[in-house]
C-alpha cells in the first residue's frame, strides 16, 4: 500500500534522463529529502490526549502529468469526522475537498498543479475548520463540525491517506490550532516558494 524512499519535497522527480535529485531545506546537503509514496495504503497518527484543537501539515503530490488521470484520495481525516480529500481532474489539477460531519461537504474554487508539491494545512480549532494552501494565510476551504469529541477516549487519532494516490511528506502534527501567520512562516521557510 506504500512506498518508501521516493524523493520529497523539494528534490527534484528522479524522471526522465536529465532529472538530477537534489538536496532540499528539509534535507540539506548532500542528502535527498525523501518521502512515503502511497499507493492505497493508509497510516494513523495519534494525538496524547482528546483535543479538538490541532494542526495537520504536509506536503502533497499526486504525480506527474504523463500519468494523468482522474482519481481521489483522502490526506486526512479527524476525530470528529472532518475530512481533507485531494481529487486530481483530468486537466492534472489539484482540488481539495473539505467534509465536516454533519455539515456538509466544500469543493475549493481554486486549484493547483498536481504535479508541483503543493502545502496543505488543516487546522481545527473547536467547531471550526479551515485548510490553508502553500501558506496563504487566507484558507482556501473553511467549515464548522457540529460534534465534539467523546470525554473518555484516551487520545485523538487522525487517519492519512486512505485511497490517496500520490505522495506525502514533511507531515507534521501540532496539538493545537496554528495561527495563519504561523502557517505562513512555515511555508516561508521551507524555501518551496
Do not use: C
Request: glycine fraction near 10%; avoid cysteine.
Amino acid at each position: 500500500g506504500f512506498a518508501l524512499y521516493l524523493p520529497g519535497a523539494g528534490s527534484g522527480s528522479g524522471i526522465g534522463s536529465s532529472e538530477r535529485l537534489t538536496a532540499s531545506a528539509f534535507s540539506r546537503e548532500p542528502a535527498i529529502n525523501r518521502s512515503i509514496h502511497f499507493a492505497s495504503g493508509s497510516m494513523t497518527a495519534k494525538l496524547g490526549q482528546p483535543s479538538d484543537h490541532y494542526t495537520l501539515a504536509a506536503w502533497v503530490w499526486l504525480g506527474e502529468p504523463s500519468g494523468a488521470s482522474q482519481r481521489s484520495g483522502l490526506i486526512v481525516s479527524g476525530p470528529a469526522g472532518e475530512k481533507l480529500v485531494a481529487h486530481q481532474n483530468a486537466e492534472h489539477r489539484l482540488r481539495l475537498e473539505l467534509a465536516a460531519a454533519e455539515v456538509g461537504i466544500e469543493l475549493s474554487q481554486a486549484s493547483w498543479p498536481a504535479e508541483d508539491w503543493n502545502f496543505v494545512v488543516l487546522v481545527r480549532d473547536g467547531m471550526q475548520v479551515r485548510v490553508h494552501v502553500n501558506g496563504s494565510p487566507q484558507p482556501v476551504l473553511q467549515s464548522s463540525v457540529e460534534s465534539t469529541l467523546p470525554t473518555d477516549a484516551e487520545y485523538t487519532e487522525l487517519r492519512l491517506a486512505d485511497e490517496l494516490q500520490g505522495k506525502l511528506d514533511e507531515i507534521a502534527l501540532f496539538p493545537r490550532a496554528l495561527t495563519d501567520t504561523e502557517i505562513t512562516q512555515l511555508w516561508e521557510s521551507s524555501g518551496m516558494r
